[in-house]
């Protein structure tokens, strides 16, 4: 697997279980994650598990793992976890300080899967320790990838791509080297909308949006990949994993699912990443990392599927890839621009206080504004791009109102 220049592999000792922590325990990825391994417990010792509210659910997966420790990083579930895991041995804490420190135990491997720049500190706390992070967090480099990266190569942490195009394109890559990369190509399902015109997309509902025809995830994400901001941002992250300008990164639209990522090389010749629609599948390729370990995924039945299609993408009714990859063009501070008014101009419309389309025109106002006053800086640290995220959170909420009022 081809990871960022000086990222290299942490060994593991031999026959020893392999500790790991799961940031964001009782999302859809930390589901997929605890799949892998309850299927094989002794392979693995799971130390920490951190979840945002739900602490029943939390509670449970502490005991189907046999975790350490179980944090709720919202304080007001405290009671509920310690007493759901009463007789169980296993640690209740709660708060974002026993997040970084349950994030920062010494661990082999840490899955950092808790959504939104919430997820960002606690993915810089287990970066700091070493070990590998298997990153399922956009957050983290599309808000601050030159600063987290930084912190990885100072601290020898190894980043492995969970994102199912990231991780396909890096398998894709191989040992070849990124100098002679023509073009790295992330593709998407088109969504639930893929085919509606741009008059029915201003009547969409947030019941409609959220049904998406390929995979199984979080409300946010669904929303992103309903108005393809997720292929905006999955640009971003794909520049700063593999080092490779936005001139030479593109989309397609592949709505069965399949080709995850391609790769096309200077000799003309194109590689390409193949899996079934399961996350699993990236998900176990980072948890055995750099060898392959078994699972029960269905592997793909080309003769069945029968055809792949591929079209490109529609910018008029999906702008938000062309915000995105402009915002990657002008660099320092835009993408964290970008992903916070995304933020929250996707709550805005789950809330109902903003229509679909409604998204797009707030995000690509509050990048024309951060670049008008100046905001759109380069952060130089973790803290400053949350810094700049909450700046442009204030000043994106209190545009609601009046990009609502523009859309009727």
């Known amino acids: 697997m081809v990871m960022p220049a000086g990222l290299a592999h942490v060994p593991h000792a031999a026959n020893a279980p392999r500790s790991v922590s799961i940031l964001g325990a009782t999302g859809s990825i930390g589901a997929s994650t605890a799949d892998l391994l309850q299927a094989d417990p002794q392979s693995y010792r799971v130390e920490a598990l951190v979840a945002g509210r739900d602490a029943q659910a939390l509670a449970r997966r502490a005991r189907e793992l046999g975790a350490r420790i179980a944090v709720i990083c919202d304080p007001e579930g405290y009671d509920t976890l310690r007493d759901a895991l009463a007789g169980s041995g296993i640690e209740a804490a709660a708060g974002e300080a026993a997040a970084l420190e349950a994030a920062a135990r010494p661990v082999d491997w840490t899955m950092a899967a808790i959504s939104g720049t919430a ?151 194109v590689t390409a990443g193949l899996a079934p629609a399961d996350m699993r599948v990236p998900i176990a390729h980072c948890l055995a990392w750099p060898a392959r370990i078994d699972t029960d995924i269905r592997p793909l039945d080309l003769a069945r599927i029968g055809t792949l299609s591929f079209e490109e993408v529609d910018h008029v009714r999906f702008p938000a890839v062309t915000l995105a990859q402009d915002a990657l063009r002008q660099s320092g501070g835009a993408p964290t621009v970008l992903n916070a008014a995304n933020e929250v101009a996707v709550a805005a419309f789950l809330a109902g206080e903003l229509p679909f389309l409604g998204i797009v025109r707030l995000v690509a106002g509050m990048l024309e504004e951060a670049v008008r006053q100046g905001l759109a800086r380069e952060p130089a640290s973790v803290e400053e791009a949350l810094e700049l995220d909450a700046e442009v959170r204030r000043a994106a909420r209190s545009h609601l109102p009046a990009v609502a009022l523009r859309a009727h």
Do not use: Y
């Not at 600063?147 to 191989?174: C, W, Y």
């Not at 393809?228 to 069965?256: C, S, T, W, Y």
């Open 119 to 269: 997820g960002l500190r606690p993915a810089l706390a287990a970066l700091r320790r070493g070990g590998a992070l298997a990153l399922a967090n956009k957050e983290c480099l599309v808000c601050a990838g030159k600063a987290f990266l930084g912190e990885a190569a100072r601290t020898g942490a190894e980043v492995l791509p969970v994102d199912s195009e990231h991780n396909a394109v890096a398998q894709a890559l191989g040992p070849g080297r990124v100098d002679d990369v023509t073009r790295i190509t992330l593709t998407a399902s088109g969504g639930p909308f893929r085919q509606a015109s741009k008059a029915e997309m201003e009547r969409v509902t947030p019941e409609q949006a959220l049904k998406h025809p390929t995979w199984s995830m979080g409300r946010k994400i669904t929303i992103d990949s309903a108005t393809l901001m997720n292929k905006g941002l999955e640009l971003i992250e794909a520049h700063h994993l593999f080092g490779v300008d936005a001139a030479r990164l593109d989309v397609l639209i592949h709505p069965q699912s399949v080709v995850h990522g391609l790769v096309s090389w200077r000799d003309g010749a």
